[in-house]
């Protein structure tokens, strides 16, 4: 015992820089997962060990409230060694007789990729082996160590289009590919709404709006009813066009978009999350180019109450500083927003590393970023002592910023995923005109009650 003490560090002593303290991201696989729950009739698979799945299943279950099944590979240790060929095809056996699933989705762990697993022959030598005509096998790579939650999203949305997507001659005018950020369930049903009022209809990857926010059931259904139908899915490739929204296939190698564009001649449209006036214009603007039709009347009315509230509650917040945390695409538009409603977001920090951050949120935020900390590939740590520097006046982010929110007395806004300690997230609209009203409306009253609490005067009229 007294040697251990002599070798455990002070409690005072400095963490290493290249040590994660409470990251400020999620795993590959569980975008993945997101991404094949919006299939109809998928179920997703890991191939790894079973604790990956149980991980991604707690943290989905917590956000969603719904039940999620994913499958696993369950590696043991000699698995991990001497490879995990065996247990995928005794896995995929076992899910095909005890789910019937349409669609196995099928993204590998860090384990399976570090131990190097051909997945790709493995898929081609299960086929082979069973000639019936079992479900497809549709297979992403999401090591961990290599992205973020929201990287695993965009990998599997363009591994699905490139499994899926049919070529065809002909194109349809009225139909149109989206594919959407990782949104809540109220966003995908507002996307599939804004476009039908503009007479298009929506070819949605993914779709778990019904999956992962359902309806109360007679019985339990070991597959969640809802998704894209693969029908669907096969007609990518007829589509007229191809709406991509959120700020990351900026940056990434080959978005499921482009790849749409360049081997089906699907024209490409894209538009960032659409939080705020700006933004929301800019998805209004794509539509119309999509589909040759001007602005509808209902949704001119909602912008026009949204300018409305902007000038009734611009005193309560101009002024104000906040910091932004969370998956790039999301920190991007939310950053832009607060600049728009007059709150400088001096802080914009996410766990994704992105190559020239700074960059990317500079044009989106009145004045520029000289002013402002563009923190890429950071932990909560790192966010929270750049916190005790600048004190700003309000959070934006995920759940799990709540214990600095709480040790510095900051409001904070729940967006994003996950979110653990409060009720509804699935239903948290924040996309257009409607869902942009929301977000003010919480971030006003929120400025509000801090003026009344920490006040001795103790207003009731504000």
């Known amino acids: 015992m007294k040697v251990l003490d002599e070798i455990k560090p002070a409690h005072n002593a400095p963490i290493p820089e290249a040590a994660t303290r409470n990251a400020c991201k999620v795993c590959s696989p569980l975008g993945a997962a997101m991404v094949f729950k919006g299939i109809q009739g998928c179920l997703p698979f890991l191939h790894g060990s079973q604790g990956c799945a149980t991980y991604i299943r707690r943290y989905m279950i917590s956000h969603f409230r719904e039940p999620v099944d994913i499958a696993s590979s369950s590696f043991s240790e000699d698995d991990a060694i001497f490879g995990g060929a065996r247990n995928f095809e005794i896995g995929i056996d076992n899910v095909i007789q005890q789910y019937n699933p349409e669609v196995i989705g099928v993204a590998t762990t860090c384990l399976s990729e570090t131990i190097g697993d051909h997945m790709i022959g ?39 289009a490139q499994h899926f997507a049919k070529p065809c001659k002909h194109k349809k005018p009225y139909l149109i590919n ?36 359902g309806e109360s059931w007679d019985q339990y259904n070991r597959i969640s009813p809802g998704g894209t139908p693969v029908g669907r899915l096969e007609q990518m490739g007829s589509a007229s066009g191809t709406l991509e929204i959120g700020h990351q296939p900026a940056y990434a190698k080959e978005s499921a978009g482009a790849w749409l564009e360049s081997a089906h001649r699907v024209r490409k449209e894209t538009a960032g999350w659409p939080i705020g006036i700006r933004q929301s214009d800019h998805l209004m603007t794509s539509l119309s180019m999509l589909s040759g039709r001007t602005m509808p009347k209902e949704v ?19 002024g104000k500083t906040a910091v932004v945390f969370g998956e790039p695409d999301l920190v991007i538009s939310m950053a832009a927003f607060l600049s728009e409603i007059g709150i400088r977001p001096i802080i914009c920090a996410t766990g994704s590393k992105v190559k ?18 563009c923190m890429s590939g950071v932990d909560h740590a790192k966010i929270k002592a750049k916190i005790a520097e600048l004190k700003p006046d309000l959070m934006v982010g995920s759940s799990k910023g709540f214990p600095i929110s709480k040790e510095f007395n900051i409001p904070l806004l729940r967006v994003g995923f996950p979110i653990h300690d409060r009720f509804g997230a699935q239903r948290q609209l924040t996309m257009g005109y409607r869902g942009t009203q929301i977000l003010f409306d919480q971030i006003v009253n929120m400025m509000m009650e801090v003026k009344q609490t920490r006040s001795e005067v103790g207003y009731s009229y504000i």
């Not at 001119?300 to 101009?318: F, N, P, Q, T, W």
């Not at 951050?357 to 900390?373: C, F, N, Q, R, T």
């Open 300 to 318: 001119e009315a909602e912008r026009g109450r949204l300018v409305d509230a902007y000038v009734d509650g611009h005193k309560y917040i101009s």
């Open 356 to 373: 020239k951050w700074s960059e990317m949120l500079a044009p989106e935020i009145e004045d520029g970023v000289k002013d402002i900390h």
């Open 122 to 160: 493995m898929i081609k030598d299960y086929q082979e082996n069973h000639k019936t005509d079992g479900p497809p096998l549709v297979h992403v790579s999401t090591p961990a160590y290599t992205g973020t939650h929201s990287d695993g999203y965009r990998e599997a949305i363009k591994a699905v």
């Open 178 to 213: 989206v594919l959407p950020p990782m949104a809540s369930c109220a966003d995908l049903r507002y996307l599939r709404e804004i476009c039908r009022l503009y007479g298009l209809v929506p070819v949605m990857l993914p779709d778990y709006s019904s999956t992962l926010e």
